[in-house]
């Protein structure tokens, strides 16, 4: 059986299967940047330093997990859709709020 055959996008992107060191983590930090995205465009609040220094810490704990999900699952592909779709709603959000303030 060929693993190669079996690998999400970005984990045949990064060659995992050639080079687990270097692939691991470029998925790694590929996977952490999409979830910082996320959590920016869907759920972030102004919050004190030490808390979004919290937050930022967990993210990238629980990334960890997710990058070995990410080898044989569709992860990271799953965050691209997910930031495609909140920079969607933010872009027409936008022009809404934009369009109700040059109704008034």
Known sequence: MDVSQRLSFFAALFRVDENPTVG???LYLTIVALSIVV???G????????????IYAFLSLGSTVLTFL?????????????????????????QHKKEEMNAK
Request: charged share 15%.
């Open 43 to 54: 759920f972030a609040q102004k919050l004190p330093l030490l808390k979004n220094i919290l």
């Open 39 to 41: 959590y920016k465009l």
């Open 70 to 94: 990410a080898i044989f699952l569709p992860i990271a592909e799953g965050l691209v859709a997910a930031a495609l779709i909140l920079i969607i709603y933010k872009m027409r959000l936008r």
């Open 24 to 26: 691991m983590w470029l």
